[in-house]
Every structure is written in C-alpha cells, then in structure tokens.
Antibody, heavy 120, light 112 residues
C-alpha cells in the first residue's frame, strides 16, 4: 500500500526558510522510474507544480521558483525534503507531495497535504 | 511562461456526458505531453484519474475517459453521477533539458 505524508511547520514568518518533509511507504525511491514531486495550492486557487526528484537523484524545479527551492531525498528513511527560502505571504498554501512512476508520465498517489501560512 | 488553459466551469445534468479540455500555450497537445487528469473535491487532496493521455488507474471509474481532441487533451465523463461534482485539473509535461510540469487552472464541474 502506497502512502505519502507531508510534515512541517504550519506557520512561518516572512523571509524565513520553509522545510517540508514527505515521508512515504509502499515504494522505494531507489527503484528505477520512481519519482516524488511537490505541488502546492494557495487557498481557493489552482495547483502549482514546484519540484521533482527521481530515483537517479535528478532534480527539476519550477522555473519561476527555481532560485528559492531545493529538493533532496533520503532513501534510507523514505523521505523527500523540500526547502523554500525567503517565504512571503503569497506562499501561503497547502503543500502536497505525490509519487510519479514510469517515464515521468504517471502521477498516482498523493499525500493529504499540509497547510503552511506565512504571516508575521 | 507556459500556460495551460481549461474551461473555468461547466455544468452537466445527471446521466449526461461532458468533455473537459486542456490546451497548451505552446501549441497542440500531443501524447508526448503525457496529459494527466485529477479530481479534487472540497477539503480533499487531488485524486489521480487518468495518466499518459488515456490510461486509467485501477480506481478510476469506467465513466471517465481521456483522449486528444482538436489539439487539446480531453477528459470525458459519460453517465455523470452527482458525486462527480468537483474541480478537475489537467497536468502537462514539458520535456527538455529542464523538464517542467504545468497544471491547468482547473474546471469546476457542477452536476445539476
């Protein structure tokens, strides 16, 4: 059974760095074709793709947020970590992690999401 | 900046058929964009419905189908049920040296 769970602070202050962890089970990120991605959704707005890391440790970032994002994985812990620097109130959103499998074409399982509010 | 466009809202009667579309600002959507479709109900995480244009997940109801239609990705619901009322998002893959994935703005489907 594949599950993913996001964790991290519910509240961060402007200019701070956000660190989110995606803990997953039911698959290994060392398996060829496996990837984990981060997606966010501001309240009442659309989904936005942020970053992806694959089994080979290749990392891809949204061009609009690339300078602020870092994605990494700890295969032994079944975790993927996303950091986002210089947080701003517009970054207030629910952050999701999701599994991608295959040739980057198959998004299947999602976590339940974690709401991060940016406020002083 | 690549933009993926969906109908903001659609309304369908129970038992009816409706098609949602997904267009790319870069031109015609092909299978190489690996269109994925997701359903999201209020307060819930998105749920995957379709991957790689037309492939269903094991949990996807048979009434959902994906295709390419007139240069766009399309999601068709046949025999719509009240529980299909939700927001639907498409996702397109833009390959290259720095691959990108871009979501559409979503379609709010009302079953009335």
């Amino acid at each position: 059974q594949v599950t993913l769970r996001e964790s991290g602070p519910a509240l961060v202050k402007p200019t701070q760095t956000l660190t989110l962890t995606c803990t997953f089970s039911g698959f290994s990120l060392s398996t060829s074709g496996m990837c984990v991605s981060w997606i966010r959704q501001p309240p009442g707005k659309a989904l936005e793709w942020l970053a992806l890391i694959d089994w080979d440790d290749d990392k891809y970032y949204s061009t609009s947020l690339k300078t602020r994002l870092t994605i990494s994985k700890d295969t032994s812990k079944n975790q993927v970590v996303l950091t986002m620097t210089n947080m701003d109130p517009v970054d207030t959103a629910t952050y999701y992690c999701a599994r991608i499998y295959g040739d980057y074409d198959l998004f299947d399982y999602w976590g339940q999401g974690t709401l991060v509010t940016v406020s002083s | 900046q690549t933009v993926v466009t969906q109908e903001p809202s659609l309304t369908v009667s129970p038992g009816g058929t409706v098609t949602l579309t997904c267009a790319s600002s870069t031109g015609a959507v092909t299978s190489g964009y690996y269109p994925n479709w997701f359903q999201q109900k209020p307060g819930q995480a998105p749920r995957a419905l379709i991957y790689s244009t037309s492939n269903k997940h094991s949990w996807t109801p048979a009434r959902f189908s994906g295709s390419l239609l007139g240069g766009k990705a399309a999601l068709t619901l046949s025999g719509v049920q009240p529980e299909d009322e939700a927001e639907y998002y498409c996702l397109l893959y833009y390959g290259g040296a720095q691959p990108q994935w871009v979501f559409g703005g979503g379609t709010k489907l009302t079953v009335l």
